[in-house]
């Protein structure tokens, strides 16, 4: 019994003396994802774009929207560099993107109404371009486009108005365009200015029933009653 006892005690002791087994590996962690410089690759396509070299300037562009699909400048490059090497219909949607956006990105304006064309659907958002890139331009040829797209719907006769007005004032608005600048005029809520440019309308087309009528409602409303007797009468004796 007691060497029994003995032999029991001495082979738990070397039981408990035994070192316990090694721990298993941890996993490597996994390494973090490199932070992509938006700002970075923005500013290689704006150099890129200024220097007409569009493959670099889409890559580098590219990039940067895939990092920030959002950016009003990455688009706006990418559209840019799409529009450069011919890809029109691929540039609409960037240059859409960018177009508004701040900061805005001298040329998108233009590049997209540009590759929206003349039988663009949406001739609001066309004409909006076209003023956007007038306005940035000073280019009056680019104003009466828009003012011709947008006039005669309410929505737009604030901005119908102001491209006629830059228009005028830079010297391209023509005597024909007169009787859209002054229904723009009229939709937007000015009737003094509406009737000058109905008047000089008919200083070029004299006995016009269309353009009577319209003075003559306009002085009603301004309740200028000889004026608009006068016409009236005028529209009567044709």
Same mark, same amino acid.
């Given at each position: 019994r007691?060497?029994?006892?003995?032999t029991a005690l001495l082979t738990g002791g070397v039981a408990r003396a035994q070192p316990p087994p090694p721990a298993a590996p941890t996993a490597a962690a996994a390494p973090a994802e490199a932070t992509v410089d938006v700002a970075g690759l923005v500013a290689q396509a704006k150099e890129a774009v200024a220097s007409k070299k569009w493959a670099e300037a889409k890559k580098a562009a590219e990039e940067a929207v895939k990092a920030d699909s959002s950016n009003p400048e990455a688009n706006g490059y990418l559209g840019l560099?799409?529009?450069?090497?011919?890809?029109?219909?691929?540039?609409? @949607?960037?240059? #859409?993107?960018?177009?508004?956006? *701040?900061? =805005?990105?001298?040329? $998108? &304006?233009?590049?997209?109404?540009? /590759?929206?064309?003349?039988?663009?659907k949406d001739k609001t958002k066309l004409g909006r371009a076209w003023?956007?890139?007038?306005?940035?331009?000073?280019?009056?040829?680019?104003?009466?486009?828009?003012?011709?797209?947008?006039?005669?719907?309410?929505?737009?006769?604030?901005q119908a108005y102001a491209a006629?007005?830059?228009?005028?004032?830079?010297?391209?608005?023509?005597?024909?365009?007169?009787?859209?600048?002054?229904?723009?005029?009229?939709?937007?809520?000015?009737?003094?200015?509406?009737?000058?440019?109905?008047?000089?309308?008919?200083?070029? @087309?004299?006995? #016009?029933?269309?353009?009577?009528? *319209?003075? =003559?409602?306009?002085? $009603? &409303?301004?309740?200028?009653?000889? /004026?608009?007797?006068a016409k009236l009468g005028e529209l009567l004796a044709k």
């Open positions: 007691a060497l029994l006892l003995a560099a799409m529009k450069g090497l011919g890809k029109t219909k691929n540039a609409v @949607k960037p240059l #859409d993107k960018s177009f508004g956006g *701040k900061p =805005a990105v001298p040329g $998108v &304006a233009r590049a997209l109404a540009e /590759a929206l064309g003349d039988k663009a003023l956007a890139a007038a306005r940035e331009d000073k280019d009056g040829v680019a104003a009466l486009k828009a003012g011709k797209l947008m006039a005669g719907t309410p929505q737009t006769a604030s006629f007005e830059l228009a005028e004032k830079e010297g391209k608005l023509t005597d024909e365009d007169v009787p859209a600048y002054a229904a723009a005029a009229e939709a937007d809520k000015k009737p003094a200015e509406a009737r000058k440019l109905y008047e000089k309308a008919l200083e070029k @087309k004299a006995g #016009d029933r269309a353009l009577l009528l *319209k003075v =003559a409602q306009l002085a $009603v &409303a301004a309740n200028d009653l000889p /004026a608009a007797e």
